[in-house]
């Protein structure tokens, strides 16, 4: 592997424009999942930080300099901080590689994707404002759309830099402040964006970064009253305690949760360009990917002919070193998730679905969290490996009769909601499906395409609120209707 003693590694809190230690001066230790080494101490957030954090964003959202600043003058500096991600394109996709050990590849395609969210709410900032009501009597009515005030912004550790310019991006365009906690698996390209917002002109507070557990960094944010919002993508499970935490204050709330996404294959479809798909689906980021495709849904008469085409594809998919180029399947990110991932396997394996490949753990040079990409056929519905989100690189593979009578039951037979493939040369199929599914995106003949002007979001336990698009700065602002007396 690439020796990492030449990388310079974030490792402090940012408060109020400063690197700073924790308060407790606690520490903790970052883990490259590809060589199981020890890369970085990191500054541990406790409840002491957060409080200051969020102090620093409070101070700075009521400040005279902040409330002046012109919306214009915001989106040119969140374009800005777009420019600097792309400035340091290669430090930031390193990190998040070693970190979170992504493909190096993979990584770039998430760097474009971060650039491009904060220019394009660069774009928004001064587009957002409100209406005249043409009201009854002689009123004048009008809106203003108005910031929420502080963000406590909470991310996970798959898309750790993306996923938050999901939430900086809007959340500064709309004129907003905003403390994020990423995970503590996690927490370096978080820390080095705030360094860069500071680059690109932000003032002092308007963006802190405070790493640390989610029970009590994160937990700290969503009952603090001095946040106004929390915008959180993680777990359903730790979805469901922040909204209850967050009761307690009743802050607003985004949720971006779990996924369990059907890919459903009808037999009209482009068998080959299904193949890609369904281990694009599942295998790409290692199947850490929320909408991972990682129920296929196959209709019975191409069961075969597609299973022998993705084995066939499946074999050339190897583990490899994450910081080659050339890799295309990294290490999981943790040794817990990675025994977690190998469980689910052992379920599968107990509960009867037939493993066709894959498995087992396959360490690169004697090292690393790497598991083979793993697809079960003959997988039931009521089985764990078809209900439970596994967050990994593995695949359960379901037939269904009748088209879409047979598949549409089956893709809604979930508590989640967040995406759906679907693979037809039968325009008014594909279209009738896409209406059917219950989720908030829905890929026909392709899967995994974000871009950062279209919404994404959960239907049912998947979440609520949307990030991306237009749709977002509904998620940052809040209305107020101003009547005034003209008679
Ligand atoms: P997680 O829910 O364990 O943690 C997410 C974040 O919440 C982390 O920063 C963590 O420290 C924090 N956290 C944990 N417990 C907390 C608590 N009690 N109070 C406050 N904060 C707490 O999720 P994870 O394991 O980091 O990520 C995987 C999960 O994220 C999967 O379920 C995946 O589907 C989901 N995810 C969803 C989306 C989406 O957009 N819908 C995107 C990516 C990941």
């Given at each position: 592997m690439t020796a990492v003693e030449t990388e310079r590694f974030p490792t402090r809190l940012i408060i109020h424009g400063e690197p700073v230690e924790a308060a407790s001066g606690k520490s903790f230790g970052v883990v490259n999942p590809a060589t199981e080494e020890t890369i970085a101490q990191v500054a541990q957030a406790g409840v002491e930080d957060v409080n200051r954090a969020v102090e620093s964003a409070r101070r700075t959202f009521e400040s005279d300099a902040w409330r002046s600043l012109s919306a214009r003058s915001r989106g040119q500096m969140l374009y800005r901080l777009g420019e600097l991600c792309l400035t340091h394109k290669d430090e930031l996709a390193r990190l998040e590689t070693l970190n979170n050990g992504k493909p190096i590849f993979e990584s770039g395609i998430d760097l474009r994707l971060t650039a491009e969210t904060f220019m394009y709410y660069g774009g928004w900032a001064d587009k957002v404002y409100g209406e005249t009501i043409p009201v009854d009597g002689p009123f004048l009515n009008y809106t203003l759309r108005e910031p929420l005030g502080v963000i406590g912004a909470i991310v996970p550790w798959n898309f750790p830099m993306s996923l938050a310019a999901w939430k900086i991006g809007p959340a500064l365009a709309c004129g907003n402040t905003i403390v994020l906690k990423p995970s503590e698996e996690t927490p370096f390209t978080a820390l080095r964006l705030a360094e860069l917002a500071l680059e690109a002109?932000?003032?002092?507070?308007?963006f802190n970064c405070v790493p640390g557990p989610g029970r009590v960094a994160g937990m700290a944010l969503v009952e603090h009253?001095?946040?106004?919002?929390i915008a959180f993508t993680g777990s359903t499970e730790v979805g469901k305690a922040i909204m209850r935490a967050a009761a307690g204050t009743v802050k607003k709330m985004s949720m971006e949760l779990g996924g369990k996404s059907p890919n459903i294959v009808y037999a009209d479809a482009d068998l080959d360009a299904a193949a890609r798909g369904a281990l694009n689906g599942i295998f790409y980021g290692k199947g850490e990917v929320c909408a991972a495709g990682s129920r296929l849904l196959v209709e019975a008469d191409v069961k075969d002919a597609l299973r022998d085409k993705m084995l066939e594809r499946a074999k050339k998919m190897v583990a490899g070193d994450p910081l080659h180029p050339k890799t295309r399947l990294g290490a999981i990110v943790s040794k817990a998730q990675m025994e977690r991932v190998l469980g689910y396997i052992e379920s599968g394996r107990k509960e009867g679905a037939t493993l066709l490949s894959g498995g087992e753990r396959v360490p690169v040079n004697g090292k690393g969290y790497f598991v083979a990409p793993t697809i079960f056929g003959d997988v039931e519905p009521g089985m764990t490996i078809a209900r439970e989100e596994i967050f990994g690189p593995v695949l359960a593979m379901m037939t269904f009769h009748g088209g879409m009578d047979g598949a549409i039951p089956l893709a809604n037979d979930t508590i989640y909601g967040l995406a759906a493939g679907i693979w037809t040369r039968d325009i008014k199929k594909a279209l009738r499906t896409a209406r059917a599914v219950r989720a908030g995106t829905v890929w026909v003949n392709t899967y995994n395409m974000y871009d950062a002007g279209s919404p994404f979001g959960g239907y049912k336990q998947s979440g609520f609120g949307r990030e991306l698009g237009s749709y977002a700065l509904d998620g940052y602002t809040q209305v107020k209707s101003v009547w005034v007396d003209l008679s």
């Open positions: 002109g932000f003032p002092a507070g308007a009253e001095g946040v106004d919002k």
